[in-house]
């Protein structure tokens, strides 16, 4: 029983509904939609000038957009993880974090919980990531206006608050249409976004420090549900980033299930233990932030069954991939 539930809230996890651009809509409320271009490189370097001119007035302008922000905050959200974010496609289907979840209250504990404060149009205007010591949090601002908005990156420290970066966000037609991205350890990112119809349906992204060009392609259903991302490389190189299953979490929990159940044998024989087995356990590693597939298996010895520390002692023992 407990393999299934876990096998099922994985594929929960990895099939859940996002759509692309659904979070810069919410931010953005009350406008309107309309076909938009994607903007030309010519206009993101022009752009990028512009955040090397921000970038090096960071330091100074921290209190005055620490103050502007927080003062237009009338409601704050706590989360476990990322849960929002203005850029279109920026999910778990393409960079592979975990996606976070909403709390009801402030946590008992901060550290490493995300913390957004909203203002009054319910636009996005303070982002924290809280770190192991309390008070030390990174802090993000963003400053709104008619088609753009930009961000502002500051590290964790509560007595330094060191610029990390400058970021914007332009606008057209009440949508994402580029972004772009100035690291103070010279890495920039620009990204340029294309619509059909609604949907987001291709994502191009460009950086240097080091340099790179990829372009996701998004393919939906007849329904308009995202069903594949398709990642083409600056050499040609084409692969699938994200496909949706065809097969239900029932379906998939019946095949995982039969096909763990077929390998555990071939697994124990690979082992070769070198006497009779007192028990097999299935361990899963829930922390990790793309599957907690496949899990190991260890096995415990009969000469072993006895031992007060046995329990403490089996996560150690002799285990292997199961896949």
């Keep these: 029983m407990a393999m299934d539930v876990l096998i099922f809230a994985y594929f929960c996890h990895r099939t859940r509904r996002r759509p692309p651009d659904q979070t810069s809509r919410n931010l953005i409320p009350g406008i309107g939609r309309r076909e938009c271009q994607t903007r030309t490189m010519k206009l993101q370097l022009f752009s990028l000038e512009n955040l090397k001119l921000r970038l090096a007035r960071a330091a100074s302008q921290y209190l005055m957009l620490k103050e502007q922000a927080e003062s237009g905050v009338v409601r704050w959200v706590w989360a476990t993880d ?12 393409i960079h592979g974090f975990s996606e976070g979840k909403k709390l009801a209250t402030q946590p008992a504990r901060r550290a490493y919980h995300f913390q957004y404060g909203f203002d009054a149009a319910g636009r996005l205007v303070v982002q924290r990531l809280h770190g192991d010591m309390d008070g030390h949090f990174t802090e993000d601002f963003f400053v709104h206006s008619d088609d753009c908005v930009e961000q502002w990156s500051y590290g964790p ?21 580029a972004y772009e991205e100035l690291n103070t350890d010279g890495r920039t990112v620009v990204e340029t976004y294309a619509y059909d119809g609604d949907p987001l349906a291709t ?16 393919e939906y259903d007849a329904e308009g549900i995202l069903s594949t991302i398709t990642m083409e490389t600056m050499t040609g190189t ?31 024989a690979a082992l070769s233990p070198a006497e009779p087995a007192f028990c097999l356990a299935l361990v899963y590693e829930p922390s990790s932030s793309r599957s907690m597939l496949p899990p190991k298996l260890a096995v415990g010895l009969e000469t072993e069954a006895s031992s007060p520390t046995f329990h403490r002692r089996i996560g150690s023992r002799k285990h292997a991939s199961c896949w």
């Design 238 to 268: 084409r692969s699938i980033v994200h496909k949706r299953p065809t097969r239900t979490p029932a379906v998939l929990i019946k095949a995982v299930r039969a096909h763990l159940l077929k390998l555990i044998p071939k697994c124990v």
């Design 82 to 93: 990322s849960v929002c974010s203005l850029r279109p496609g920026f999910d778990a289907k």
């Design 203 to 218: 994502l191009a992204r460009v950086g240097e420090n080091p340099t790179f060009q990829n372009t996701f392609r998004h």
């Design 157 to 177: 420290h509560p007595q330094y608050k060191i610029p990390r970066g400058v970021s914007r966000y332009s606008y057209d037609g009440g949508r994402v249409v």
